[in-house]
């Protein structure tokens, strides 16, 4: 089986930011071309629009009428610090970021085929070309033509419905199965962000976050969630102010306390119990036993190699109390690789155990690939999409969690935290002892 992980191409490129880093700027941006005199509609392309980890640049297309201004109004926009080229249909900037964004004039007639060519992947472009030619058809960004003749093109839905296509969505295109799928009609019914009914990884400031438990709590809730679990770093963890059992037994019984008081949402007691060295947790089973769900995570001993690495997690999967594996492969973008790690055996642990994995939401760490989560879903291991929020902003990070999520072909069913309370609740018992 190949593995993906990025492309080649990206790792070798100019700079690449964050989706969490630009995703501001380009809202703020489309926000302001859509109150341009005259514009129609705008809409953004490229890897943006796939949700990738990363982006390089940013394509933008707009439809507006003939006396349109758009070009000299993106030029004049706030955030611009260099004009690159300006002409009547495309310009490209510099905003203060540093990321190039790219508008594109489009005819109406010419958006959806637009929009389809310059969303990519490239891999997903050439397949999809190679198919309008087997057809008779010639696909470009104008539209799709039979000899001179424009027969498709103003939806992109028309331009897959013209080689016998049902609309592939943005993240699934990367030529990895995704055209076949389409043909055979067993496309997935992706994710959705509000899907998500609960966090299963959030810190209070008992441990690292920065807020309190009840300003999480009100943040969790004002984000729409049900329920949500508290998860501190336990005592080996010092620099993250890692709790020893007295306080995390405390911990619970303020939780108890709590969750008398609240209507409208639940908070389920966990931890973010360290993964030592050799496999072992750091938490005593008496109180572990306690908590509703166990995350399990390691933040030391990364260059441990892969024999070693694989080993410590499997044993600390097959603990007595383990509900999910928190950040699996550790890397954090542009700062730190991954830990060397059989993932695959990891995803089987976790089918064989009974217990979950987790996709982390961290814009930071987007943690686990796309490909993983596709296997797991393959495999039938139920993934926790989380925010690890560490103050009361983290739970907007969910949104990336779940973009890549849909990058991974997951369906709502896929992932645990879009169960309701009590469904939650028999999947997280059934981890614990
Ligand atoms: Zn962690
Ligand atoms: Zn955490």
Redesign the pocket.
């Known amino acids: 089986m190949t593995i993906y992980n990025a492309d080649i191409a990206d790792i070798f490129n100019e700079k690449r930011y964050k989706i969490a880093e630009v995703a501001p700027y380009v809202e703020s941006l489309m926000d302001y071309l859509k109150t341009v005199c005259g514009v129609k509609s705008v809409a953004v392309a490229g890897g943006y629009r796939r949700s990738r980890e990363t982006v390089g640049d940013l394509d933008i297309l707009v439809v507006a009428g003939n006396d349109t201004a758009v070009m000299e109004r993106f030029a004049a926009y706030d955030d611009v610090v260099d004009v690159l080229a300006k002409g009547t249909t495309r310009s490209s900037v510099v905003l203060r970021c540093g990321l190039q964004v790219n508008l594109r004039l489009v005819a109406a007639e010419s958006l959806g085929a637009a929009l389809q060519y310059f969303t990519g992947s490239q891999a997903h472009n050439i397949a999809i070309r190679q198919m309008g030619g087997q057809h008779g058809l010639k696909i470009n960004e104008y539209g799709v033509f039979k000899f001179e003749e424009r027969v498709a093109g103003d939806s992109e839905a028309s331009v897959y419905q013209a080689i016998g296509l049902s609309w592939i969505p943005p993240e699934l295109r990367e030529n990895r199965g995704e055209i076949e799928a389409a043909q055979a009609g067993s496309l997935p019914q992706l994710i959705e962000p509000a899907d998500l009914k609960g966090d299963l990884?959030a810190?209070t400031d008992w441990s690292d976050g920065g807020n309190t438990l009840e300003e999480m709590v009100q943040s969790a809730r004002d984000y729409g969630l049900n329920y949500l679990a508290i998860?501190e770093h336990s005592d080996r963890l010092k620099i993250a102010g890692g709790l020893e059992s007295s306080r995390l037994l405390a911990q619970i019984d303020e939780i108890d306390r709590l969750n008398q008081e609240l209507a409208d949402i639940t908070l389920l007691k966990g931890i973010?119990v360290e993964i030592l060295q050799n496999g072992s947790l750091d938490m005593s089973d008496e109180v572990l036993g306690r908590l509703d769900l166990v995350i399990g995570s390691i933040h030391s001993y990364f260059g441990l190699p892969i024999d070693k690495q694989t080993g410590r997690i499997l044993r600390a999967m097959d603990h007595k109390y383990f509900s999910i594996l928190?950040h699996p492969i550790n890397r954090l973008i542009d700062e730190r690789p991954p830990i060397e790690v059989e993932m695959l055996k990891v995803i089987q642990k976790a089918k064989d155990r009974g217990c979950y994995i987790e996709l982390n939401s961290n814009p930071r760490r987007l943690d686990l690939y796309d490909t993983y989560c596709r296997i797991a879903k393959d495999e039938g291991v139920l993934v926790a999409i989380d925010s690890?929020a560490h103050s009361v902003d983290g739970f907007n990070h969910l949104r990336y969690g779940v973009g890549q999520a849909r990058r991974g072909w997951l369906e709502k069913d896929d992932v645990i935290n879009t169960r309701p309370l009590g469904e939650l609740r028999k999947l997280l018992s059934q981890t614990m002892g």
């Open positions: 990884h810190h998860t973010e928190a690890d």
